[in-house]
C-alpha cells in the first residue's frame, strides 16, 4: 500500500483480556518498528524487527507483551492480561533497508495512524 | 545514539519563520540528524535530516554547526497546520551501525499563533 495501515484503530477491551494489534508496513520495506505513546507522553520503544535478524525486544515493558512478524511483512503485536497502564496508542513504523540508502542516511521511518487502546 | 537537548515549548506568529534549536554535544561522525513532528493524534512524520551540511527541502531548512554540536530546524513562513511537537533525533546509520531503535526524546511543543 501507500502508507504504514494499522488496524483496529481503536480498541477498548476489559482488564485481563488479550488484545492483537495489526501492522501493515510499506511493501518492500524490510525494518518495522512498534512504539507506544501513553496519554501526553513521547514515543516509548517497544520492539524492532529488520529483514530476518533476530528482532530487538529490549523496548518490550513485560512478558505479557510480544510481537512477531510473518513473511516479513505483516506485524501482529499480542498484549496477554491487558492492565489499565497499557492504554496507550500503539504506533507501527517501517523503513527500508538500509544498506540500500547507505550513502543518504535515508532511511527515514514512516508512521502509521496507530492504534489507540483502552483498557477498562 | 547520542542524546539531543530541546526547549520544550516555543510559541511563535502565523507567517513568521520558527527556528527550533537542538543540542547534540556527543554527536558522533558517523552521526545523521533527523527531524520529525508530531501533529496532534496522528503518527510521527519526517521532516529532514543531515549529517555536516546545511539541508534544505520543500519543508524546512536544517542549519547544522560547524562543530556539528548543535543544530536548527527553520519553517520558513509557519503556518497555524505547523503546530505540533518537533521531534530531533541523531542516530548512526550504514554498514555497522546500528539500525535499530530510534529513540524519541520530549521533543518541543511548537504553537503557531495568528
Given at each position: ?120 | ?75 520558513p513562513h509557519a503556518t497555524l497546520r505547523d503546530t505540533a511537537v518537533y521531534y530531533c533525533i541523531v542516530r548512526v546509520v550504514g554498514i555497522g551501525g546500528s539500525q535499530g531503535n530510534l ?12
Open positions: 500500500g501507500a502508507g504504514v495501515s494499522q488496524s483496529p484503530s481503536n480498541k477498548v477491551t476489559e482488564k485481563g483480556k488479550d488484545v492483537e494489534l495489526r501492522c501493515d508496513p510499506i511493501s518492500g520495506h524490510t525494518a518495522l518498528y512498534w512504539y507506544r505513546q501513553s496519554l501526553g507522553q513521547g514515543l516509548e520503544f517497544l520492539i524492532y524487527f529488520q529483514g530476518n535478524s533476530a528482532p530487538d525486544k529490549s523496548g518490550l515493558p513485560s512478558d505479557r507483551f510480544s510481537a512477531e512478524r510473518t513473511g516479513g511483512s505483516v506485524s501482529t503485536l499480542t498484549i496477554q492480561r491487558t492492565q489499565q497502564e497499557d492504554s496507550a496508542v500503539y504506533l507501527c513504523a517501517s523503513s527500508p533497508y538500509f544498506r540500500a540508502v547507505l550513502s543518504s542516511g535515508a532511511n527515514v521511518l514512516t508512521f502509521g495512524a496507530g492504534s489507540r487502546l483502552t483498557v477498562l | 545514539d547520542a542524546k539531543t537537548t530541546q526547549p520544550p515549548s516555543m510559541d511563535c506568529a502565523e507567517g513568521r519563520a520558527a527556528n527550533l534549536p537542538c543540542n547534540h554535544s556527543t554527536i558522533s561522525g558517523n552521526e545523521y540528524v533527523y527531524w520529525y513532528r508530531q501533529i496532534h493524534s496522528q503518527g510521527p512524520q519526517y521532516i529532514i535530516h543531515g549529517l555536516k551540511n546545511n539541508e534544505t527541502n520543500e519543508m524546512a531548512s536544517l542549519i547544522i554547526t560547524e562543530d556539528r554540536k548543535s543544530s536548527t530546524l527553520i519553517l529513540i524519541f526524546g520530549k521533543g518541543t511543543k511548537l504553537s503557531v499563533k495568528p
